[in-house]
């Protein structure tokens, strides 16, 4: 049965910005590709490069998964009903079915010397259980109980399992959470916003999502901490391409609680991609954290503090 709508109905319809915007199925390799751009003269080049390799293996883990994704419809419409993201990250991160992503990595990353085959040989030998208790802590901020070496790794095959069954997802229909930060699909906080510029989505910011890419819509100039959009300013370092007012990313802070979040602006760069336009401005977090604003977003590729 159809459903006619009044002409007030049809006009809000019409203006009701898309919800959603998935992460494509390249979306690995394309962050491979801008992380490779972006060593270029970047005092971080080699670790940009290493995770652009890391990033490869993330894609293969994408196009040929070491298991299928979860297929519980019924659960994943109960938590959506429920007001609950139906791949909940601090639900499934314990049931260990991302472990085969991490197996999977880890077997397929390749041969490595020094301080990076450390650190996927202590990947290998540790248990599942230490390997879960390291991924609740990295998914929870508990930083100082990860070795910094081994979260690039543990991050990567994490966020290639969410971002598997985030695509995979079928018959569930994401509503907005409680937080304007945290992800409809699975729960994590934002990493970065991204102003998009093409058709449907023109000026519209979406939220990329730390753990499985997906990135939903929140309005313009709120802060998504506190919800206030009184005094924002907006940080950015200009260069030899772009002026301060078109830079291609800019850190929007808020004064009332002193947080900041990465924004992407496509219309200044429409090759950029959040993840690796946040690792490649860490310069920025550290001007930020001079001016006294805290960084609330993670980047699962990189323990804070270190390499």
Request: proline residues 7%; glycine residues 6%.
């Amino acid at each position: 049965m159809s459903t006619l709508l009044e002409p007030g109905q049809i006009e809000a319809a019409a203006s009701t910005p898309p919800f959603l915007h998935l992460p494509p199925n390249n979306l690995f390799t394309l962050r491979a590709q801008r992380l490779e751009q972006l060593a270029a003269g970047n005092p971080l080049a080699d670790y940009l490069r290493l995770l652009a390799g890391l990033c490869q293996v993330q894609q293969s883990l994408l196009d040929q998964p070491p298991v299928a994704a979860p297929s519980d419809i019924e659960r994943q419409r109960l938590c959506v009903e429920h007001g609950l993201p139906p791949l909940a990250a601090d639900s499934l991160v314990r049931e260990g079915r991302w472990l085969a992503y991490l197996q999977a990595l880890l077997q397929r990353y390749p041969a490595s010397h020094g301080a990076v085959a450390d650190a996927v040989a202590v990947l290998q030998r540790a248990a599942d259980e230490q390997r879960k208790l390291w991924a609740i802590a990295l998914l929870t901020g508990q930083y100082s109980l990860v070795p910094a070496a081994l979260v690039p790794f543990l991050g990567a095959a994490l966020q290639a399992a969410w971002s598997h069954w985030l695509l995979s997802l079928q018959g569930v229909e994401l509503k907005a959470a409680d937080s304007l930060c945290q992800c409809p699909a699975c729960g994590s906080p934002a990493m970065a916003g991204v102003i998009r510029h093409r058709g449907k989505y023109n000026g519209l910011r979406y939220l990329v999502c730390s753990l499985c890419a997906c990135e939903w819509h929140v309005v313009r100039v709120k802060c998504v901490y506190c919800e206030q959009s009184k005094d924002l300013k907006y940080f950015s370092f200009e260069d030899d391409r772009h002026a301060s007012a078109k830079a291609p990313l800019q850190a929007e802070c808020c004064p009332g609680c002193n947080a900041y979040l990465k924004h992407i602006y496509l219309e200044n760069d429409a090759d950029a991609e959040a993840l690796s336009a946040d690792l490649a401005s860490l310069a920025l977090d550290m001007r930020l954290d001079q001016e006294g604003f805290q960084r609330l977003a993670p980047n699962l590729l990189l323990a804070p503090g270190g390499e």
